[in-house]
């Protein structure tokens, strides 16, 4: 059979529950490269074994990050480019309308998919704020992945990003497949990290992006103008379980329903500490920094 002409590109790191299943689903494709980062499990082994180009990514901070760094350096032979996390697969309908766009002559230059989120072995679609869109499906000369300045450590992948498109946009009409075969500690030791990250955005009040927050734009600008909407509200635990488990009828996604909604406002928890961490140390450094240094203090004040 003959290979669609397409490039998937799959970031790793310690993925070796996951990796298999993924590159099941992509060898249709006729690039698949895996960009790891050092994994010390078998993902690499794992990758070779089943034919895709393996390249190591080295991250010594700033920018480039690993995303667009491959869209820059790596040896992409074909003129699209799918990018899919290792807990995600395509399944065979989602296979079959990729095919058919990227081998048309159609003028779109980047699409959205749509994503079906399984947790605990069950597809919770309602808990998961199905449909969820994002683009992962585009012309590699038209598309590269937004710069957030963040001072937090989120590793060497960019977070919570966006691909910026030159070009016109579609949507695909079948869902992507995302269930990460890890045990619930790799999920709640991940979302940790994650809400460093949104802390640390918040306290900054607004990432620096190219991305703007509207209620009428694009799925990632309604995503943002709601983030900074619901930033602002007290008690955001207690909403956001509200909204996800009974407005958004979580509770008929069973007890993974519960168990999703519970952690994820456990997320808003641990989102709430830490800013109120960071806003705290901040008040505490600039007292001490007074105190050590009164004389920079009269300074300023016979300045003025």
């Known amino acids: 059979m003959s290979k669609t002409p397409i490039t998937v590109i799959i970031p790793t790191r310690d993925e070796e529950l996951n990796i298999e299943l993924c590159l099941r689903s ?18 690499g082994e794992i990758a070779e074994r089943f034919g895709a180009e393996l390249y190591q990514f ?13 869209l820059e350096h790596l040896p992409i032979r074909n003129e699209w480019v799918f990018f899919l996390d290792a807990d995600e697969r395509i399944p065979e309908d989602l296979q079959d309308e990729i095919a058919q766009v990227v081998t048309g002559k159609g003028t779109v230059d980047g699409y959205w998919v749509r994503f079906r989120v399984y947790f605990l ?9 199905y449909p969820t869109w994002i683009l992962r499906l585009f012309r590699k000369e038209k598309g590269r992945f937004e710069k957030i300045s963040v001072a937090a450590g989120s590793g060497d992948v960019e977070l919570h990003e966006n691909v910026i498109l030159d070009g016109q946009q579609g949507y695909l009409k079948h869902d992507l497949i995302h269930e990460d075969l890890k045990p619930l500690q790799a999920f709640i030791e991940r979302h940790n990290r994650y809400s460093t990250w949104e802390a640390e955005a918040d306290y900054q009040s607004e990432a620096t992006s190219k991305t703007r927050a509207s209620l009428l734009g694009t799925p990632p600008e309604r995503r943002r ?3 900074r909407l619901f930033v602002r509200l007290p008690l955001r635990p207690l909403i956001k379980f509200s909204w996800i488990y009974l407005f958004r009828l979580g509770f008929l996604d069973g007890i993974s329903g519960l168990i999703f909604s ?19 140390m901040t008040r505490r450094l600039k007292l001490l920094n007074q105190l050590n240094h009164p004389e920079e203090g009269k300074l300023r004040r016979s300045s003025r």
Request: hydrophobic share 35%; net charge positive; aromatic share 12%.
């Open 26 to 43: 992509v060898s249709w494709a006729d690039q698949v490269m895996v960009v790891d980062s050092h994994s010390k499990d078998r993902t």
């Open 58 to 70: 080295d991250y010594t901070g700033g920018w480039p990050k690993k995303k667009n760094w491959v």
């Open 121 to 129: 072995g069950r597809w919770i679609k309602h808990t998961s704020l």
């Open 225 to 227: 103008w709601m983030k």
């Open 262 to 280: 519970f952690l994820m406002a456990q997320h808003e928890v641990n989102i709430s500490i830490k800013r109120y961490e960071k806003r705290a």
